[in-house]
């Protein structure tokens, strides 16, 4: 995503400043219980908050607590 292009919500349409956690992105698979190739995929971007409402968060975002690596630290585990 280039930095001067601020995206919109997939859920509540508006747009998406930069913030913690913010923005999100959703990739949608389909047919994921078939092979890669037979696959299809799309990327959307939201806000983590609405993110949350959709899927009624009960605590099962663990992407969310202080001590999740990001990639770049499980890749420097490696």
């Not at 202080?66 to 499980?74: C, G, K, S, V, W």
């Amino acid at each position: 995503m280039k930095k001067d292009i601020k995206p919109l919500c997939c859920i509540c349409k508006e747009t998406i400043e930069k913030d913690v956690f913010d923005p999100c992105s959703l990739v949608l698979i389909t047919n994921s219980d078939m092979e890669w190739p037979d696959q299809k995929e799309q990327t959307f971007f939201c806000h983590m908050g609405c993110f949350r409402r959709v899927v009624n968060d009960d605590n099962i975002l663990y992407i969310l607590e202080a001590d999740f690596p990001a990639n770049r630290e499980l890749e420097e585990e490696a």
